[in-house]
């Protein structure tokens, strides 16, 4: 199994950016999938994830949405209204039980960094 992030960069703040992570090796329509993001010096938190359910960290509501498409079995996270304190490494992750905890989770994607400039 394999999950590919992909999207990250430096944007304004105000600015947009999409996340998206390709996974394969597996039925990806069977899995919950989520991003989780991880900022220098702070633990790994829940952005969002999404199975037959949505789920957002209560901070980003609004701005966060998170969305699959399971026949190209990949997960996105568009991101408007981006500030600073969204700077971090955001990571996707595939698993049976999913949820808003990391150990809900298989597989982890190599992550890709999120930059947001004042």
């Known amino acids: 199994v394999q999950l590919q992030a992909y999207g990250g960069g430096l944007v304004q703040a105000g600015g947009s950016l999409r996340l998206s992570c390709a996974a394969s090796?597996?039925?990806?329509?069977?899995?919950?999938m989520s991003w989780f993001r991880q900022a220098p010096g702070k633990e790994r938190e829940f952005v969002a994830s999404?199975?037959?359910?949505?789920q957002y960290e209560d901070s980003l509501k609004g701005r966060f949405t998170i969305s699959r498409d399971n026949a190209k079995n990949t997960v996105y996270l568009q991101m408007n209204s981006l500030n600073p304190e969204d700077t971090a490494v955001y990571y996707c992750a595939l698993g049976t039980l999913g949820g808003v905890v990391p150990g809900g989770y298989n597989y982890w994607g190599q992550g890709t960094q999120v930059t947001v400039s004042s």
């Open positions: 999404i199975s037959w359910r949505l």
């Open positions: 090796g597996l039925l990806f329509s069977s899995y919950a």
